[in-house]
């Protein structure tokens, strides 16, 4: 069946340019999450959504990173004036409910690069 | 390919021996515990989970311990298989917010 999908897989920006990365969650799912992955670490949690509303946005950043999932179901990660800094993976993760522990179905990532 | 993770700790390990992934956390107010799988080039997959309340849970081929004096997890793999080979981290989880909290990596390898 499907899973999470993410385009592209692969950005190269250069700094200063404003991306886009998209996330098509598992059809049905409630819940969709954005986490950073910088190499040789483990992923850090950027943004939650329940359906269309944006619950938690404490770990985004700085105020040039922003996420929409206007619909409830695609999601998109939008950062402006991008910086060397930013250069890191960027996962999505979704899952059936909005309520107590579910387990959370990853995508495959968009690995950025900014020069 | 790409590489997850160029700077982790790496256990080598021989196939059909077991292995054993340590794992310090830091939240004693985690609901939840889980380990995850990544394969170069993919994200995290879910391996096993063992609820706050519990010490111990077995899956097919693995084995989560939970000691929360010590705030120590461990994953204990099985006749470990090259198809064992991977990134693996452990992370926690408090229900009513659903973010997870990853730890530092382990890379396993495992030699023919």
């Known amino acids: 069946g499907a899973g999470v999908s993410q385009s592209p897989r692969y950005k190269v920006a250069k700094r200063g340019q404003d991306v886009a990365l998209r996330c098509d969650p598992i059809s049905g799912h409630v819940s969709l999450f954005w986490y950073q992955q910088a190499l040789g670490q483990g992923p850090e949690f950027l943004t939650y959504?329940?359906?269309?509303?944006?619950?938690?946005k404490s770990g985004l950043p700085s105020d040039r990173f922003f996420a929409e999932r206007p619909e409830g179901s695609v999601s998109t990660l939008k950062i402006q004036r991008t910086q060397q800094e930013d250069s890191a993976v960027y996962l999505c993760?979704?899952?059936?409910?909005?309520?107590?522990?579910?387990?959370?179905?990853f995508g495959p990532g968009t690995r950025l690069t900014v020069l | 390919g790409e590489s997850v993770g160029l700077h982790l700790p790496t256990l080598s390990v021989q196939e059909g021996d077991n292995s054993i992934i340590n794992c310090a956390y830091s939240?004693?107010?985690?609901?939840?515990f889980i380990w995850y799988k990544q394969e170069s080039g993919k994200g995290p997959q879910f391996i096993i989970d063992?609820?706050?309340?519990?010490d111990k849970r077995q899956g097919q081929r693995v084995t989560v311990l939970l000691n929360k004096t010590v705030k120590h997890l461990s994953l204990q793999i099985a006749a470990t298989q090259p198809g064992d080979s991977a990134v693996y981290f452990c992370?926690?989880?408090?229900?009513?917010?659903?973010?997870?909290?990853f730890g530092g990596g382990t890379r396993v390898l495992v030699k023919p």
């Open positions: 939240n004693s107010a985690s609901d939840y």
């Open positions: 959504f329940q359906n269309e509303a944006q619950l938690d």
């Open positions: 992370a926690e989880l408090k229900a009513a917010g659903n973010k997870l909290t």
């Open positions: 993760a979704s899952s059936p409910s909005g309520q107590g522990y579910n387990e959370q179905f």
């Open positions: 063992i609820r706050s309340n519990m």
